[in-house]
């Protein structure tokens, strides 16, 4: 449901803020490129990449 977010930066900061330092994010290759929703993701601010396969990223988030 990532891609259907109108604006993923305020999405993912409230996902930052709800997740546990320990806490994962994973995103799923389906409906949206890679690249965007990793640029997506990225540029956001409150996640940071720490694993990646063919069929998914797995994000830890960045708590200030």
């Not at 993912?12 to 709800?18: A, H, S, V």
């Not at 994010?25 to 690249?35: A, C, M, S, T």
């Given at each position: ?10 999405f ?7 997740t546990?330092?320990?806490?994962i ?11 965007t ?13 720490y694993?990646e396969t ?6 830890k988030?960045?708590k200030?």
């Open positions: 449901m990532f891609f259907m977010i109108k604006n993923p930066a305020e993912l900061k409230e996902l930052n803020r709800l546990k330092n320990d806490g994010l994973i995103i799923d290759e389906g409906h949206q490129k890679r690249v929703a990793k640029n997506n993701i990225e540029k956001s601010g409150y996640w940071e990449i694993h063919k069929d998914h990223l797995k994000y988030p960045i200030n």
